[in-house]
């Protein structure tokens, strides 16, 4: 019998395979649930992740190393009830997300600085971590962002020192390139340009500040340290409540991106649910594995072999009731067997055959056990008469 072919492949091979395409499936699963998230946090909008020359990352780590805390916050619900709230439009922002930053960001307690846009930019196309100016924003785009809280006009002014009208301990500012600078009715200037232009003011009642130039708090500007030191005062000047606490939104640069059904499944309360499902299909491919014995393989309808013929011819015989028939054709077949073995003359046969062989000096009686087997009538009965012809059979071979 020829042995099955053994398997290409090893067990552990197959298990690393496997548990390969499982992690693969799983990090597809990730970028299909967060990938979009990712690329917005990873674009060069001005944001707290961004670290290009118009995001505000450095602005984070200055508060984090001078021993205060930053808070990046998407959800207005989870917001804590204390620090400054730090929003950053873009060129992107519509009036409806600012609308909505805004009624989500007013509060008696917590102050709010909105950072104007200034730039557009685009990123280096062989150095996508660093971006390159393209424009300044229109100053009417940049007066429309604040329209739903008070009326504006925006204006570029030369570069000139910074004048400060507050009592607040601010050190000055380097100035920028150019300064953008707004001028309202209803703003409270607290350091201006040269000209009059207010760069940070308040909106009275509101609790609400604008800074109208990003370039003092970006990480463009904080490679200054002069301005370092400026937006820290500024920073706890502002909320002296809470001075050194900073939230940062998130929801204006980078957009909530919205809920799937896959962010669901890794996410409280169904994160445990899909846990518990992994862990079955992982309990259910252990067990599949490590199975109780041998694999069973399919047996051949007619086995090789003489013993497996013999077993074919047998089982046909019992299906077809004629077992105790064969008693007497497995006598006929063991005297024609003893006859050719003595060499016995062939006018020799039937009565007188029979009548020779059982004269023959042997232990077993011939006639006695050729009697049993062609009077068998049970297939027990003729296994033992066929043994003690056998016996008979081997006494006279030998």
Known sequence: MTPPPASPFRTRTMVLVVAAGLVFALGYLLVSAYGDRVDRQRSNAPGPATRTATGFYGLTRLVTLAGGSVVETGDPAARPDRGILILTPNARTTREEMEAALADAAGPNAPVLIILPKWFTTPEPRRPWREQQVAPLPEDRVA????????????REAPAPLV???????????PPESTQSLRGERLYPLITTATGGAVLAEVPGKNIYILSDPDLL???????????RAALALLAGLDPAAPG???FDTMLPYGSGGRSVLQLAFEPPFAGVTIALALAALLAGVASLVRFGPVRREQRAVPFGKAALIENIVSLARRAGRVKDGGTAYADAMRDWAARRLALPRTLQGEALDAHLDSLATTASYAAATDRVRGATTETDLLHAAQALDDWRKELKA
């Not at 429309?144 to 204006?155: G, N, R, S």
């Not at 400060?164 to 380097?174: E, K, N, Q, V």
């Not at 970006?218 to 370092?228: D, I």
């Open 144 to 155: 429309a962002l604040l329209a739903p809280l008070v009326t504006v006009t925006v204006a």
């Open 164 to 174: 400060s009208r507050t009592s607040l301990p601010i050190p000055a500012f380097r």
């Open 218 to 228: 970006n990480n463009h500007g904080l490679a200054h340290r002069a301005n370092a």
């Open 245 to 247: 606490t900073i939230l």
